[in-house]
């Protein structure tokens, strides 16, 4: 976590939230706003590797994360933005291999 900084910043609460649900990466990045219930705590998951749809419950650090995220953003579209472009990330080869 402690590389986790600067220009890699924003994937910090990308790899909690995968450490806290276990979802995968494809999961991940196409997680929408409208598929996130925090009356109920759970994440709704759409198109997943089994081709059913789930639902994940958060932990309070993934909770925590997710509100915090949400401040920062008008709450539509991806949960997920690239901070150098302001859309969802697609993917993160180049992140990782930089870390």
């Known amino acids: 976590m402690a590389v986790l900084t600067g220009l890699r910043a924003h994937l910090k609460p990308m790899v909690k939230v ?3 649900t ?5 999961e991940q990045l196409r997680l929408s706003w409208e598929r996130v219930d925090f009356s109920r ?3 709704i998951l759409t198109k ?6 789930r639902e994940v ?5 993934v909770f925590e994360i997710l509100k915090a995220l949400l401040e920062g953003s008008a709450g539509k579209g ?3 933005i690239n901070p150098e472009t302001g859309t969802r990330v ?3 080869k180049t ?5």
């Open 18 to 20: 995968a450490l806290g």
């Open 57 to 61: 419950p958060m932990n309070p650090e």
């Open 95 to 99: 992140g990782f291999r930089t870390l």
């Open 90 to 92: 697609k993917e993160i």
């Open 78 to 80: 991806y949960v997920f």
């Open 48 to 53: 997943t590797k089994s081709g059913k749809d």
């Open 22 to 26: 276990g979802m995968r990466l494809g």
């Open 41 to 43: 705590g759970v994440l």
